[in-house]
């Protein structure tokens, strides 16, 4: 048999570059506001950084840019350096690390979500997440129930659907994401209905047609030819014995009848435009 080598194990230290700052924490303690305190603040979260950096790396799989992460965890630091009280006798690295840590999770928990999820319903989303996941170790890897997972966190059915739906609300979908799993190149866009234009054009036409029948006849003639056939007005004039302008006086005085008769729906007894001209 071969030999088994052991090597030492080291000791794990997540901070073993951790600055030597003690002093200069109990010097800040008695420092009053100011110049000087801001400046002694600034070297030591310089001093620190490293380490909420590290933090925040600890973060990155979850969708943020490590860039925003390790600005949130300096903010932390930052608020961390100012809070620390020497005289409680707890080193500094104790405290500022939960005050790190809460710092970035409440910026998941505030900023990251792309639909707005009330506070009471996040914390459900996390509940039934966790529960999901220790449920889910079996062979068949299979999603638990509804109602093994209301038995397992104690909450009630209707608050672990609710935790349910929360858990795709953290992130959307581009319209612009494959609609399913086929790959026909059809996005979520294409899914969407759009308004049908002609709908508007039946309306206006249902709205003209009694106007039309109470016009003379010359004048539905006119019409006719002018729309229907696409004549120009001195065609028509030439067709009909009259003059262009005559057809344009014609066409006008429709115009102003029928838009009159559907914008106010009144029905004179006898139309101005229906004299014969």
Not at 93 to 104: L, M, N
Not at 262 to 273: F, S
């Amino acid at each position: 048999m071969c030999a088994v080598r052991y090597r030492p194990q080291r000791a794990r230290h997540s901070h073993d570059d951790a600055p030597d700052t003690t002093k200069d924490f109990e010097r800040l303690a008695k420092l009053p506001e100011g110049p000087e305190r801001e400046e002694l603040c600034d070297r030591l979260v310089e001093a620190w950084l490293p380490m909420a950096h590290r933090l925040a790396a600890k973060y990155r799989s979850r969708g943020e840019s490590l860039e925003d992460l390790e600005q949130v965890a300096a903010l932390g630091l930052v608020k961390a350096v100012n809070r620390d009280d020497p005289s409680h006798g707890t080193p500094f690295v104790p405290f500022a690390v939960p005050t790190i840590t809460g710092e970035i999770r409440r910026h998941f928990r505030d900023h990251t979500w792309d639909v707005h999820v009330p506070r009471r319903v996040q914390e459900l989303r996390n509940k039934v997440r966790t529960a999901i996941r220790e449920l889910s170790t079996g062979v068949d890897d299979r999603t638990p129930s509804t109602e093994r997972i209301a038995e397992h966190t104690g909450l009630p059915v209707d608050e672990v659907e609710a935790g349910l739906e929360a858990i795709g609300s953290f992130r959307s979908l581009s319209l612009d994401a494959t609609a399913g799993d086929s790959d026909d190149g059809f996005s979520l866009a294409d899914t969407f209905g759009h308004a049908e234009p002609d709908y508007e054009t039946v309306v206006a036409k249902e709205a003209v047609k009694p106007c039309l029948r109470e016009l003379p006849e010359r004048q539905r003639r006119v019409l006719y030819m002018r729309f229907f056939r696409d004549m120009t007005q001195s065609r028509i004039g030439q067709e009909l014995g009259i003059s262009q302008m005559h057809v344009s006086r014609l066409l006008n005085k429709s115009f102003e009848y029928v838009r009159h008769r559907v914008e106010h729906e009144r029905r004179p007894a006898r139309p101005r435009c229906a004299a014969r001209v």
